[in-house]
């Protein structure tokens, strides 16, 4: 059971390149979410997923797409890297129960550390 | 909108000494607090998580609080030791009235330095 996996664990991207952040999980989560952590703001939420197929927008969802065609992966894409998206992504998935909802522990992935020049 | 107050920002302690870490929040409507553990250049490891009924949870040395009809949340650490150093985050969850599910909204942290 690897739990929450990311990929990659560090990245430096030009100015207007794309790429995605690679999200995985292995037990059977519904709830996925993406946040960045940046000094001073704490993390902060950029997308989550209730289950495969539905998407939501968090906090601060500009310049990042997400999608959810699986229950175990839920990757972020940046369109256009800007340098005010440099910061430490986090993954994090939980169980969505519908009696209890909002009940279960969150988990977190490892990290990507990104810089935009 | 949510908003969560970690005080204070950071704390320095001798080694045994017992520490209280506080969090606050503004809308009592939660579903759960949960309490992180962040390592430099490392991701959250889940502490303890406290279900709105509940008013306390212990684990080892660890043991948080909640008062949700004040706000407030504390986490207890005793005999702490410089394994203990750590950046601790509290994070509520409550209900995201856009998708009928949740948002977890977390306080900055406090740093916590144990000295040997």
């Known amino acids: 059971n690897a739990g929450v996996t990311q990929t990659p664990k560090f990245q430096v991207l030009k100015t207007g390149q794309s790429m995605t952040l690679q999200c995985a999980q292995d037990?059977?989560?519904?709830?996925m979410s993406w946040y960045r952590q940046d000094p001073g703001m704490g993390l902060r939420l950029i997308h989550y997923?209730?289950?495969?197929?539905?998407?939501d927008q968090g906090e601060v969802p500009n310049g990042y797409n997400v999608s959810r065609s699986t229950t175990e992966d839920f990757p972020l894409r940046l369109l256009s890297a800007a340098p005010s998206q440099t910061s430490v992504y986090f993954c994090?998935?939980?169980?969505?129960?519908?009696?209890?909802?909002?009940?279960?522990?969150?988990?977190f992935g490892p990290g990507t550390r990104l810089t935009v020049t | 909108k949510q908003e969560v107050t970690q005080i204070p920002a950071a704390l320095s302690v001798p080694e045994g000494e017992n520490l209280v870490l506080n969090c606050s929040f503004t809308?009592?409507?939660?579903?759960?607090l949960q309490w992180f553990r962040q390592d430099p250049g490392k991701g959250l490891t889940s502490l303890l998580l406290?279900?709105?009924?509940?008013r306390e949870q212990t684990s080892g040395r660890l043991n948080a609080s909640l008062d949700k009809s004040s706000g407030r949340s504390t986490l207890y650490i005793a005999a702490s030791q410089p394994g203990d150093s750590a950046t601790y985050l509290c994070?509520?969850?409550?209900?995201?009235?856009?998708?009928?599910?949740?948002?977890?909204?977390f306080g900055k942290g406090t740093k916590l330095s144990v000295i040997p």
């Open positions: 406290i279900q709105s009924s509940q």
């Open positions: 994090a998935s939980s169980y969505r129960s519908p009696g209890l909802a909002g009940s279960y522990e969150q988990y």
């Open positions: 809308d009592s409507a939660i579903y759960n």
């Open positions: 994070a509520v969850k409550t209900r995201d009235s856009g998708a009928g599910s949740y948002q977890l909204t």
């Open positions: 997923s209730v289950g495969a197929g539905i998407t």
């Open positions: 037990m059977n989560h519904e709830y």
